[in-house]
């Protein structure tokens, strides 16, 4: 590591076409949820996930706070702490997108929460049953963390942010927050946030 705090770096054309999947994916949600309704296909997908086994709160509520907005500046913080600038600023940079793009796709697409568009929606813990619903806050912020983590993580270990991810996806449906496009769209939006912000600041070269 240079004395800097920043280690040699390069921009990988995954990350680029991070960036176009994660919109075309954010894109193709955001179409259908704008009409505000929830469709039959997509009701089905929510019951599954949100009529399973009671697993809350001991099991998926904990997973859930990975995608808390906090995780990104307790990431910088530890970061800096560890002498790891780029990634300091890297998490830092995902997470002041996160806020401004999330507000910009819910000033176009106006959904409401499975609480108010799906009748007997099961809301567990302080889930909130009004409110803009697309996309998920939470699905955008862990999987735009684990686009910039990942590359810092060594071997097997790349495992656990894409984990914690999926965990977080499915646990924000079933807690009853969110429908299954919100968390789509939303993932699809913290991936191209995390592969522009890859791009931005180049990720460690191997």
Not at 54 to 77: R, T
Request: proline letters at 6%; glycine letters at 12%; one cysteine or more.
């Amino acid at each position: 590591m240079s004395r800097a705090g920043w280690v040699p770096s390069r921009r990988r054309r995954i990350d680029a076409a991070r960036v176009g999947s994660g919109t075309a994916v954010l894109v193709g949600a955001a179409v259908v949820a704008r009409t505000g309704e929830v469709g039959p296909t997509e009701r089905r997908a929510f019951r599954v996930l949100n009529e399973a086994a009671e697993l809350y709160p001991g099991v998926l509520w904990p997973q859930q706070q990975f995608g808390n907005l906090a995780v990104g500046p307790i990431v910088a913080a530890v970061s800096l702490r560890r002498g790891n600038r780029r990634l300091a600023a890297a998490s830092a940079t995902a997470t002041v997108l996160k806020l401004v793009l999330e507000r910009a796709v819910k000033a176009v697409v106006v959904r409401h929460r499975p609480g108010t568009t799906v009748e007997g929606a099961v809301l567990r813990g302080n889930v909130p049953s009004t409110g803009q619903s697309f996309v998920s806050g939470h699905a955008t912020m862990v999987t735009a963390l684990a686009t910039v983590v990942s590359p810092y993580t060594p071997g097997r270990w790349k495992v656990l942010p894409w984990s914690a991810a999926a965990l977080v996806c499915v646990a924000r449906v079933y807690s009853g927050a969110h429908n299954p496009l919100d968390v789509i769209g939303g993932a699809g939006l913290g991936s191209a946030i995390g592969g522009a912000t890859n791009l931005m600041y180049g990720v460690p070269r191997r």
